[in-house]
């Protein structure tokens, strides 16, 4: 635990993940291995037949169930009025309508 304590402050200090994490995604722009071909990739890892349109249609239940889950959890959030955090209500007053 020591360790991993030590390295999150020395990465946090440096800037070191962030450097990384641009430099990296710049070099896989660079190549033209962008985030949909890349996930293609590591779907053929594990069913070389999968194509693009294997991935769509793995995800889709996926993002459809996520789309109707917090849209009803918005909902429920909205009709309860429960506020978005300390001090911030759920509405806010729009600087058009100002009287």
Do not use: C, R
């Not at 890349?38 to 169930?65: C, E, N, R």
């Not at 918005?74 to 978005?84: T, Y």
């Amino acid at each position: 635990m020591f360790f991993a304590a030590q390295f999150v402050a020395v990465f946090n200090w440096t800037d070191l993940g962030l450097i990384v994490a641009v430099e990296g995604a710049a070099a896989l722009k660079a190549i033209g291995l962008g985030a949909v071909p890349l996930i293609v990739a590591f779907v053929q890892k594990y069913d070389p037949k999968a194509g693009l349109g294997t991935v769509a249609a793995l995800m889709l239940p996926w993002s459809a169930t996520f789309f109707v889950a917090w849209t009803a959890f918005l909902v429920a959030w909205a009709l309860l009025g429960i506020p978005v955090g300390p001090g911030a209500p759920l509405l806010m007053d729009s600087p058009l309508h100002v009287q």
